[in-house]
């Protein structure tokens, strides 16, 4: 099950970045970036599994990453349609 997570994880990655390359979405969509949120935190979760500790750590930077523009992102938004 971890890996099947793990392969989801990396598939949502690979397939936010072939979207993103092929202009079909933003690099600060809500699409694009909930997939690098979830396609981090799996494959971070399978590699914690497998104790592979340097894609362990690189995918949960990444997880990171993606919160803190996700926070960013729905703050200025938020505070977008309160000026309405």
Partial sequence: ?????????????????????????QGRSYTYLLMQFFGSAGVAFAALMKSDWSSMWLNAIWTAIATGTLIALWRKRRSENNKV
């Fill in 1 to 25: 099950m971890n890996q099947i997570i793990g392969y989801v994880g990396a598939g949502l990655l690979l397939l936010g970045f072939i979207l993103l390359s092929q202009g079909k979405i």
